[in-house]
């Protein structure tokens, strides 16, 4: 047993070309020491592939196909599951801070409508809302780290469902092209110009909730978009068998995603209502 000094892949003593990069192979003293070498570029790639993916999706996405190991593979998705998680809890914190705005805007608004009407009534100061808002965030607890979890396994079902599409799709046109190593690359590959847009949407969303939702629109679209180009490129698939493939893909996503988030809102917000009736009558 031998192993390829270009992409660190096994192979037989006996081959002279790499079954998974097509590298033509040398001496074997050199083969024998590429999985040193290899091993220890493997980080390195990942995040060589990380900042390319935001201004050449489709190429650096093909280069990380083509050439990365299992070991790539699992580095980059114990990644996107951090980040996943990452931004999904900081996208909560975000919403939980801008209840106080919105809370302290609709009362202004009320203000200022009563005084125009002339109403006689004793109006509510925005002090008065932020301390009251105060001492209710005291008795919630938001709970982060399911929030995480949870953001992680909606990243997981994601590539799950595009992953059996993909295979399905792929075996039903060529078996010859199915790679699974390939075709769970192209998956994983895909969602990540998704995560760049979505920092941006949260970012712009302290600004514009408006804006922050067609950042976050847009980086979908661009999500779908670079993988019909790699599936196109690295499976030699038909546009027209490519245009079904992601199409089914895309449905079965927003279904379960959607039915998987519903469930995960519901859940949080049973969660942090308990907590919240438990802390008030403690503290009664």
Known sequence: MKYC???GSQMEDDDLFCGNCGAKQ??????????????????????????????KPVSAGEEFIS?????????????????????????????VSSIQNLVTSFVS??????????????????????????????????????????????????????????????????????????????????????????????????????????IELVGLIICIGTFVLLVRNVFSIDNNKILFIAAASVLFVLILGSLCVGQFIQSDIRNIMQSFMQSSNLNL
Request: contains cysteine; proline residues 2%.
């Open 109 to 214: 608004t009320i203000n200022s409508l009563a005084n125009i009407m002339g109403s006689r009534g004793s109006n509510v100061q925005n002090s008065d809302i932020i301390e009251y808002y105060s001492k209710i965030r005291q008795y919630l607890k938001v709970p982060y780290g399911a929030i995480f979890v949870q953001n992680v396994a909606v990243l997981i079902v994601t590539i799950i469902i595009m992953f059996i599409i993909l295979y399905l799709g792929i075996s039903i046109v060529d078996k010859n092209k199915v790679n699974t190593l390939k075709i769970y690359n192209t998956v994983i590959i895909s969602v990540i110009p998704f995560f760049y847009f979505k920092i941006l949407a949260i970012i712009v969303s302290y600004a514009s909730n408006y804006a922050g939702f067609v």
């Open 67 to 95: 050439k990365n190991s299992k070991n790539s593979t699992i580095i980059m998705t114990i990644i996107l599951c951090l980040f996943s998680g990452i931004l999904g809890v900081w996208r909560v914190q975000q919403f």
């Open 26 to 55: 040398y001496e074997n003293e050199k083969t024998e020491t590429a999985p040193v070498k290899y091993e220890n570029t493997d980080l390195q790639n990942v995040f060589k592939c990380l900042p390319n993916m935001l201004l």
């Open 5 to 7: 000094y270009k992409c």
